[in-house]
């Protein structure tokens, strides 16, 4: 809670048709479009976020290469960047120059909770702002799908785990999702808006929790997407002379 408020403050019916289990590839051909793991999204971000708490504006830049790869620097309105995090499929670091303070630990939910306000874990975000779905444990994951409302609806469910819906565009873009735990109560919901002609990238992400009270939108701009293998700019230093706190 305390780097909570430290970041805030430093941020100004058709017929069914049943898919039968798959390999995970196979089925995010059916679902989503392809896209590949050199694609990187590297985008300046206005994140509006709503809590019990407040309203929070936050610039931010953000980079973006799946499955699980994020780098996040909030940009105040006057100055340079007092929050940086860089993650990989196999860590996660973070520093706060002003409190000279640099963290270490495992890209799981309850680390990235200790910083922002959600319980995502990195993979889970990262494939979220990349416009497609994020991954269920368990397996195998089933899939019904069928047309609703000019939209292709798909169900994605495991034996025993989390399950989703997912709306679909015509041109397998995503429109909006709903994540429902273990007991089929709803987690939270996603929107997809603001695709640019020919893109498969949604310049506009909304996320609102069953609460309905906490929510975050991600609007980007001057968004980019390159081919990249060099993961470098997903590793983040240890500054000299910072006090290093493990997070596990």
Not at 116 to 129: D, G, K, N, R, Y
């Amino acid at each position: 809670m305390v780097s909570f408020v430290l970041l805030m403050l430093t941020c100004g019916c058709a017929g069914r048709a049943m898919i039968e289990p798959g390999p995970p590839t196979a089925s995010r051909e059916i679902v989503a479009p392809v896209i590949h793991g050199k694609d990187r999204i590297a985008t300046l971000a206005q994140i509006d976020l709503m809590t019990a708490q407040g309203h929070y504006p936050i610039r931010a830049v953000l980079i973006l290469q799946r499955p699980s790869y994020l780098r996040l620097e909030m940009m105040p309105v006057i100055g340079t960047p007092d929050f940086f995090l860089a993650a990989t499929p196999d860590e996660m670091k973070i520093f706060i120059p002003s409190r000279n303070e640099f963290y270490s630990g495992k890209p799981s939910a309850g680390n990235l909770a200790r910083f922002l306000p959600w319980s995502f874990a990195v993979e889970e975000i990262v494939m979220i702002l990349s416009s497609t779905y994020p991954p269920l444990a368990g397996s195998p994951v089933s899939y019904e799908r069928y047309p609703e409302d000019g939209l292709l609806r798909v169900e994605m469910k495991t034996p025993s785990g989390p399950s989703q819906t997912i709306w679909m565009e015509k041109n397998s873009r995503p429109a909006r999702l709903i994540r429902y735990d273990t007991g089929g109560r709803e987690v939270y919901r996603v929107r997809y808006e603001d695709y640019a002609e020919g893109s498969v990238f949604a310049e506009k992400i909304s996320i609102q929790w069953a609460d309905h009270v906490t929510s975050v939108s991600v609007q980007y701009s001057d968004l980019k997407v390159e081919k990249a293998s060099d993961l470098s700019v997903f590793t983040l230093p240890v500054p000299a002379g910072s006090k290093i706190i493990q997070l596990d």
